[in-house]
């Protein structure tokens, strides 16, 4: 299977000669949510950046749904790789959430009929029925980034990228996040996060790769990476707390990597069958 995005070799070096990505390779297929990790300043706007034509690589070659984004337009590659911003409010700017839904769908110019079947498709993923006469910018922050996200999912781009999604979000709006990342995979999208958050990683134990100083220093899952000490110590990183809790916890099978309580409940549940048998046994 070819990937979707091929990244090969690229470097980025900015005008006042930064250069924030070096030698990047990375292959992003169908259907795959990928995480992108690293402190400040690694270089994972940048990478990203790359994805849907913003940037150009200034060595190396970034092919998207086959295309060499340095030879194709912006609006073509926005069409096919969506860019939900950190902050909403750099993205929401309409008066209605009916408009900011049809906005994209129009600007890549699709005829009325097209525009109207994905927005209806949108709100009846984001049950935003009820909100379609709203301002945008009278609803709480976590509803205006779902917003952001329904608009982006109404041009049905087959990349999604999430950039810090639960920045600023409390925990129910953290859940949400979780779950919108897990519809758009089973809707067929590949899902591209760029975050810190440890522990929507750990609950989704999706494919990371680790930005360092403007390298790629890992590719992998989330919990073979988390399990990494050189490489988590290495990018500053440090695995969700239920991981390090679990690490303390000696009667628990630490070959594996636990990302979640779920995971914890499990294999002590695994472990006092396993006892139970033991001690009828003796
Ligand atoms: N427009 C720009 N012009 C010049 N240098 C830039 C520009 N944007 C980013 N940089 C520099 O490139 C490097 C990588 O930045 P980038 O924003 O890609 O990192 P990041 O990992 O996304 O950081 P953060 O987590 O803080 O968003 C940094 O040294 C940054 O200062």
């Known amino acids: 299977m070819d990937p979707y995005i091929s990244v090969e070799n690229v470097s980025h070096v900015y005008s006042n000669g930064v250069t924030a990505i070096k030698d990047i390779d990375l292959d992003i297929y169908e259907k795959e949510v990928v995480a992108i990790l690293g402190s400040n300043g690694s270089g994972k706007t940048t990478l990203v950046k790359h994805f849907n034509g913003l940037l150009t690589p200034t060595k190396g070659k970034i ?17 096919l790789v969506g860019y939900v911003f950190q902050n909403p409010n750099h993205q929401t700017f309409l008066p209605k959430v009916s408009q900011e839904l049809s906005y994209g769908c129009k600007n890549l110019k699709m005829s009325e009929e097209e525009t109207e079947e994905r927005v209806n498709k949108a709100v009846e993923l984001f049950e935003l029925h009820d909100r379609l006469d709203e301002n945008p910018f009278d609803l709480n922050s976590s509803q205006r980034k779902e917003v952001a996200m329904a608009s982006i999912m109404a041009i049905s781009p087959q990349v999604i990228i999430l950039d810090e ?30 975050t810190h958050d440890m522990h929507l990683i750990g609950e989704l134990n999706c494919r990371t790769v680790v930005m360092h100083q403007s390298e790629k220093i890992a590719d992998d899952q989330a919990d073979v990476v988390f399990a990494d000490k050189e490489i988590m110590g290495k990018a500053g990183l440090q695995p969700p707390q239920i991981t390090s809790f679990a690490n303390e916890l000696s009667h628990l099978d630490q070959s594996k990597t636990y990302l979640t309580i779920h995971s914890i409940l499990e294999s002590m549940k695994a472990n006092k069958k396993e006892s139970v048998k033991v001690a009828s046994r003796s």
């Open 63 to 79: 092919t998207v749904g086959n295309l060499n984004t340095k030879k194709e337009k912006v609006s073509k590659l926005s069409s």
């Open 165 to 194: 999604p639960t920045t600023g979000q409390d925990h129910k709006g953290c859940k949400r996040v979780l779950e919108l990342v897990r519809m758009f995979r089973d809707h067929g999208h590949i899902v591209v996060l760029i």
